[in-house]
């Protein structure tokens, strides 16, 4: 089967078993997701208040907002931000274009690295695949793109993801300096970290119609090794869920036009554990297809990734340790395909 599945992607199997996941799919029965979960309210962040208003006090209490959603959730939704909903469509639109292609067409861009096209790469024997097939670009710094894995078809996929990530970009900065000022750092700290310009990546997420969502996860539990990520999730489709310490998986709701913007470990680390790292998984859907775009930040990997020093005081121990950013984004890779173990935990001091 694992040969078989190498030459694969997860959408000609959808085809061929009407959506019927074969048994590497299939999860153990306590990582099932099983169904009937709640949908929950989660944090809502106006960004036009919080970075562009001039009535202090509607900037302050969204920062105050900010602040207690990124220390108990880690995530958000972020309203106001200024894309252009006919932006936001037109990025889905090609998402979906690209992904119905022949699979010939999209196979010009297959790779069994993480840049390109392509589905999970089996890491080891007996692991649990994903339902997922996924189209992963770097997009920053520009001189760093890869444009022969940026496709052809649909032609408009080259210029409309130059101008979301050339637009969100600016957002992305501004939010992470939101962040560092109100854990009291200067505002350029978290900036300053990335090399250059900033290092981001584009995820196309494609997770084809499932039979059996209860037994699959279209995304495994995981964490991301980011500063921040920011998704722009399916805007008919739910499949995000958080996990929650005394409360279990909670449902991400859509709420139109909204990204969805999640810290990862790098922010859990140089905030010392004041911005968590939501642990989320996918779930997939028996009646329809669902796409999801994620854009990931991250600081330098040359660096060395540890706990801001203003952060660290009396009341306020060092949670963890000091660790280079390559030796941690390889660990984490690892770690990610054999599931179940937090990166994170293993830095803890
Ligand atoms: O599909 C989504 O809504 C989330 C995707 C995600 O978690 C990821 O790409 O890391
Ligand atoms: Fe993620």
């Given amino acids: ?143 760093e793109r890869k444009t022969r894995l940026w496709p052809e078809g649909p032609t408009s996929f080259k210029e409309t993801l130059n101008e979301y990530s050339t637009q969100l970009k600016p957002k992305v900065d501004h939010v992470l300096k939101a962040i560092a000022r109100l854990l009291g750092l200067e505002e350029c700290y978290f900036t300053d970290q990335r090399k250059d310009n900033g290092t981001a990546f584009v995820r196309f997420n494609y997770f084809p119609r499932c039979s059996r969502p209860d037994l699959v996860t279209g995304i495994k539990p995981h964490t991301d090794v980011t500063e921040i990520t920011v998704i722009f999730p399916d805007q008919n489709v739910e499949g995000l869920q958080i996990y929650r310490d005394k409360v279990g998986w909670v449902k991400v709701p859509i709420l139109p036009y909204a990204f969805i913007i999640n810290c990862g470990d790098q922010m859990e680390i140089m905030s010392n554990g004041q911005c968590k790292s939501p642990v989320h998984r996918v779930v997939t859907n028996s009646e329809k297809e669902r796409f999801s775009l994620a854009m990931f930040v991250y600081a330098d990997f040359d660096k060395d990734l540890e706990p801001a020093n203003n952060l660290i005081g009396e009341g306020r121990p060092r949670l963890y340790k000091t660790v280079n950013g390559l030796e941690y984004f390889e660990s984490f890779v690892k770690d990610y395909y054999k599931g179940g173990v937090r990166t994170l935990d293993s830095m803890k001091t």
């Avoid at 169904?35 to 929950?40: D, F, K, V």
């Avoid at 208003?53 to 972020?78: C, I």
């Avoid at 010939?104 to 790779?111: A, D, G, L, V």
């Avoid at 692991?127 to 097939?133: G, K, T």
Wanted: charged share 25%; hydrophobic share 35%; proline share 5%.
């Fill in 1 to 143: 089967m694992e040969d078989k599945m190498a030459n694969m992607r997860v959408q000609e199997l959808s085809e061929n078993t009407n959506g019927f996941p074969s048994e590497c799919f299939i999860q153990k029965e306590s990582d099932r997701p099983g169904s009937n979960l709640a949908i929950s309210t989660i944090p809502v962040i106006d960004l036009g208040n919080l970075l562009n208003s001039n009535d202090p006090e509607v900037k302050a209490e969204e920062e105050l907002k900010l602040k207690s959603a990124l220390n108990t959730w880690g995530l958000f939704q972020a309203v106001g931000h200024g894309i252009p909903n006919r932006l936001l469509d037109e990025i889905q639109d090609i998402s979906k274009s690209f992904f119905h292609q022949p699979m010939e067409e999209k196979m010009k861009y297959f790779t069994t690295e993480l840049e390109g096209y392509g589905n999970d790469k089996i890491a080891f024997e007996g692991q649990i695949l994903d339902w997922m097939d996924r189209l992963y670009l770097q997009v920053e710094p520009e001189n």
